[in-house]
T-cell receptor
Framework: GQQVMQIPQYQHVQEGEDFTTYCNSSTTLSNIQWYKQRPGGHPVFLIQLVKSGEVKKQKRLTFQFGEAKKNSSLHITATQTTDVGTYFCAGVSTSGTYKYIFGTGTRLKVLA | DAGVIQSPRHEVTEMGQEVTLRCKPISGHDYLFWYRQTMMRGLELLIYFNNNVPIDDSGMPEDRFSAKMPNASFSTLKIQPSEPRDSAVYFC????????????FGPGTRLLVL
């Protein structure tokens, strides 16, 4: 079945350092979404990417969708303690059941 | 809007007992999803409904799990009998459309089966 993997699984950074998480799908995706889950909280939608090669920015966050629509990345510039949490990608495959499959997540810890 | 509402927020029960989790989606949303989150397996989709009809239940672990959506504003996920390995956080989410739209998650129910 469709699998969506994320690397790294964990990342500890000093406040002010940059952070990147990568999302890789075993199948081509029609679109991809990114969510953030704070410790003890629930996933909260960040953004959606649809087009091949698409790049979107939200303040210090930059999201990219690969040309082949099988991978994506989230980059945070100059991390802050408020960035702490787990970041998930969620993709819908172009074949098979039409539903979102969540990635394994990357847990980010920011050290002040 | 109050967002997706789930109850109870915490549940502790003993093995063999029946557990019922409840969800009220955002008004006007046509899709409702039940997810389970554990450290080992991450966030798994159990089942989703469209206009109260179950569309895909391939993620339901086994016959001990069942889900219903009797109307557009209410859904239940039932585990009978419960087992310790069912301990997890169960999230309900709703969406106006399946794809191309955000999924709005509820606060979750933390279930512990002793």
């Amino acid at each position: 079945g469709q699998q969506v993997m994320q690397i790294p699984q964990y990342q500890h950074v000093q406040e002010g350092e940059d952070f990147t998480t990568y999302c890789n799908s075993s199948t081509t995706l029609s679109n991809i979404q990114w969510y953030k889950q704070r410790p003890g909280g629930h996933p909260v939608f960040l953004i959606q990417l649809v087009k091949s090669g698409e790049v979107k920015k939200q303040k210090r966050l930059t999201f990219q969708f690969g040309e082949a629509k099988k991978n994506s990345s989230l980059h945070i510039t100059a991390t802050q303690t408020t960035d702490v949490g787990t970041y998930f990608c969620a993709g819908v495959s172009t074949s098979g059941t039409y539903k979102y499959i969540f990635g394994t997540g990357t847990r980010l810890k920011v050290l002040a | 809007d109050a967002g997706v509402i789930q109850s109870p927020r915490h549940e502790v029960t003993e093995m063999g007992q029946e557990v019922t989790l409840r969800c009220k989606p955002i008004s006007g949303h046509d899709y409702l999803f039940w997810y389970r989150q554990t450290m080992m397996r991450g966030l798994e989709l159990l089942i989703y409904f469209n206009n109260n009809v179950p569309i895909d239940d391939s993620g339901m672990p086994e016959d001990r799990f069942s889900a219903k959506m009797p109307n557009a504003s209410f859904s239940t996920l039932k585990i009978q009998p419960s087992e310790p390995r069912d301990s997890a956080v169960y999230f309900c989410a709703s969406s106006p459309r399946l794809a191309g739209e955000t999924q709005y998650f509820g606060p979750g129910t933390r279930l512990l089966v002793l």
